[in-house]
């Protein structure tokens, strides 16, 4: 197994990320106890042994960069930053990485070096010749104050002379460096107290005085580098190929080699990575700052720390070269529980192999940072991470988290300020008889945006695609969109979802989103006029309640709606019939035709389809339960069409019967016999399963619903996970809570 790779992690609640974690063996019990329960973040009585005038302590998010591979050594790196973008960066960027084989690095031993200043001294070259003659007594003056590390296999290890022009006509300064060894501490303390311990042999070996004695943060003979080579096919994408990614990155880099302006940014993005592992390992990201910055100024002007390149087999090349004296041991780093768990989870043997990680970190960081810079742009993908932060900020409670997100990036004024006007409006609208209801299932506003329907259908699902009959019913949860006009393009926003992309005419877009956008643009003609649309959905995606053709149709409608194109219901239903194809290949036809028209109907299959408009006699009191396990409705699909093709005869009968349910199903509709219905439900669940289209959580939700008073409850949609409704005459808030309490979202809902 990759132990570093943890595909959909970003998706998963706090507490699963852990266990999974611990699943994997980078926790032990004991820090999986103490990572669970909170108990290894700085305590006030703690931090208040750490420094003076301590009133309380500030927390930091702690995460984990996932995909790294070093060496041929998976390794999943902890995090500590609160910068939105660098986590879910650095991850995507190792995963390309590993593709291509992963980082190699290298380092130099941990050298820190001391310096001794000698003033008042006649002649500096004499002194000079004096103290390299003397070398040996000066080290061995020095390890005799620490034999420990020298029995470590560290300690002294050379020494070099430097002359200083003094300024002002004064004598010259000779600088003593005294070269250390400090194997996996960070070592400031040890050398400093070797210079302290050299000097007065210094003094009496030179004639002058010594003044300072301290280390130096430029600690160039602490080297760490790394590299990556990857080849071209891997960094296609966004529109670019992969020749055209690698020259932008090539000539981005070529300007921070020439151009201190451009190279502080360029270092500062290295640095972004570099400062998050430091202070993870309880690193001193000061030291590792300054190094980094008078390293690259070392030259005839300050530069780029990597270097970016072809090679001759037209690969990407990314050098990264930096200083990285770092250390595993001692009591600082000690002295936060966070960190000595950290440390654990890195698994390193040592501070070498910590520091080479850290270069690995920095190269990966500057090729994601730089990678979006030659793409779409570095704004692309942070207006949404932006809007997430500043939500934050303002105080938004997960309850309306989202859509507080989702107005700030729709008012354009992603400020504090503007958060807490909207969260004060949110709260305002939040209604008393909303609390049973589940987070994201807010009530549609459709004065505002174009919208299109979910859909939940109550009798006939995979049946219908093989020409039978299915009752399907809009839902109380729909998607919205809007579209305006752009200066930067065509983009597509979904801010709940994560999509935030911007359409490259002429191009192969991946996923359904953009390849359907692409789809709706031709046909309506729109290709060359830049848009922005927002898409806003209270519907979950890929639960089998027909997200994929809500959000066809609303797009559709906010399209005709800003471009006054005068589209009627009909050809909002046939283009997002075409949606559905890119979607699902094979559908039925009556997800997007619940989306378009928005109200209760049975539905054939054919050409054209049969329609016909039901109306019931009063609404149905349904509950709406969640799996949390998405479910593609194409691969069920698939899969029906597979076990069909193996057994014709056997699967046309099953499908003959949920026909038959649905048309007794319409009877019973019509006589308002609801406990009839629920058991057609039922029988029809029973249909489904055979079809192997239910799962452990449909069924379990299924259980729990027909266990506190439902009448009727079956899996809607494709199955496979999603979503299952459920038919509560009596009592249906008993039933949302049962769900709630088996760990389900849920809500009442009335339909028809």
């Not at 311990?197 to 600690?219: C, D, M, Q, Y």
Request: aromatic content about 4%; proline content about 4%.
């Amino acid at each position: 197994m990759d132990q570093s790779r943890f595909p959909g992690f970003y998706k998963l609640s706090v507490p699963e990320r852990v266990n999974l974690v611990r699943e994997r063996g980078m926790l032990s019990r004991e820090d999986f106890q103490t990572l669970s329960s909170g108990a290894h973040t700085l305590t006030v009585a703690r931090a208040d042994k750490m420094i003076e005038n301590v009133i309380g302590v500030m927390g930091l998010p702690l995460g984990l960069g996932l995909n790294f591979l070093i060496n041929g050594k998976d390794h999943v790196v902890p995090l500590v930053v609160e910068e939105p973008s660098i986590v879910a960066a650095l991850s995507s960027a190792a995963k390309l990485v590993r593709a291509a084989g992963g980082f190699t690095t290298r380092s130099t031993d941990p050298i820190l070096i001391g310096q001794v200043q000698i003033v008042d001294i006649d002649n500096s070259a004499t002194a000079q010749n004096a103290l390299l003659q003397r070398k040996q007594e000066i080290l061995n003056l020095a390890n005799s104050l620490h034999p420990n590390m020298v029995a470590r296999g560290g300690g002294a290890r050379d020494i070099e002379v430097r002359i200083h022009p003094a300024a002002d006509g004064r004598r010259d300064m000779v600088v003593l460096h005294l070269l250390v060894n400090t194997c996996d501490a960070m070592g400031a303390n040890m050398v400093n107290t070797m210079c302290e311990g050299v000097a007065p042999l210094v003094e009496g070996i030179t004639g002058g005085k010594v003044f300072l004695r301290i280390l130096s943060n430029l600690t160039d003979r602490a080297l760490v580098w790394a590299k990556a080579v990857i080849p071209i096919s891997l960094l296609a994408g966004k529109g670019y190929d992969g020749e055209q990614v690698r020259d932008g990155i090539i000539l981005a880099n070529d300007l921070a080699v020439c151009d201190p302006y451009r190279a502080a940014t360029h270092n500062k993005g290295i640095m972004n990575g570099v400062d998050a592992v430091a202070l993870a390992t309880g690193n001193d990201w000061r030291a590792l700052e300054a190094a980094a910055h008078a390293y690259a100024a070392r030259g005839a002007h300050y530069s780029s720390l990597t270097r970016w390149y072809k090679d001759d087999q037209g690969n990407l090349v990314g050098n990264i070269e930096m200083p990285m004296k770092v250390g595993t041991v001692g009591g600082n780093l000690q002295s936060n529980a966070t960190v000595a768990l950290n440390l654990r989870m890195l698994k390193v043997a040592n501070a070498r192999e910590l520091a080479e990680i850290m270069g690995a970190v920095g190269l990966a960081q500057n090729f994601s940072a730089l990678r979006a810079l030659v793409t779409d742009g570095i704004q692309q993908g942070h207006m949404t991470l932006h809007a997430r932060s500043v939500a934050i900020s303002a105080g938004a409670t997960p309850e309306i988290f989202e859509t507080v997100v989702e107005r700030l990036l729709d008012s354009g004024e992603i400020k504090v300020w503007k958060a807490k006007e909207i969260i004060a409006e949110v709260k305002t609208q939040v209604q008393p008889e909303a609390k049973t209801v589940a987070h994201g299932f807010e009530p549609l506003d459709e004065a505002e945006y174009a919208t299109g329907y979910g859909k939940a259908i109550l009798l006939g699902e995979h049946a219908v695609v093989y020409g039978r009959h299915a009752i399907a019913v809009p839902v109380p949860m729909a998607i919205r969109a809007r579209a305006e006009e752009s200066n930067d393009g065509t983009q597509l926003i979904i801010p709940r979802w994560g999509v935030e992309s911007r359409l490259h005419p002429g191009t192969k877009h991946p996923g359904s989103f953009l390849q359907s956008l692409e789809l709706i643009l031709h046909k309506l003609e729109l290709t060359d006029r830049p848009l922005r649309i927002q898409v806003y959905p209270s519907l979950p995606r890929a639960n089998g309640l027909g997200g994929s053709a809500a959000l066809a149709v609303a797009v559709i409608r906010a399209l005709d709606r800003h471009c006054e194109l005068g589209l009627t219901d009909q050809q909002v239903c046939e283009l997002s019939y075409e949606c559905e194809r890119v979607a699902h290949g094979t559908p039925s036809g009556i997800d997007n035709t619940v989306a378009t028209y928005g109200q209760p109907l049975l539905f054939q299959r054919g050409e054209p389809p049969v329609i016909e408009p039901l109306h019931f006699a009063k609404p149905l009191p349904m509950v709406i339960g969640l799996s949390g396990v998405e479910s593609l409705t194409a691969k069920t699909v698939g899969r029906v069409r597979e076990a069909w093709q193996r057994n014709k005869k056997l699967y046309e009968r099953i499908f003959d019967e949920i026909d038959s349910l649905a048309m007794q199903g319409i009877k019973a509709l019509e006589a308002w016999d609801l406990a009839q219905f629920g058991e057609l439900m039922n029988i029809c669940q029973g249909q489904l399963n055979a079809l192997q289209v239910s799962s452990w959580e449909l069924e379990e939700m299924i259980q729990v619903a027909r266990a506190n008073g439902a009448v009727g409850a079956k899996l809607t949609g494709g199955g496979g996970g999603g979503a299952m409704i459920a038919l509560c005459p009596d009592d249906p808030a008993r039933v949302v809570r049962a769900l709630q309490q088996a760990g389900y979202q849920a809500m009442e809902s009335s339909i028809g």
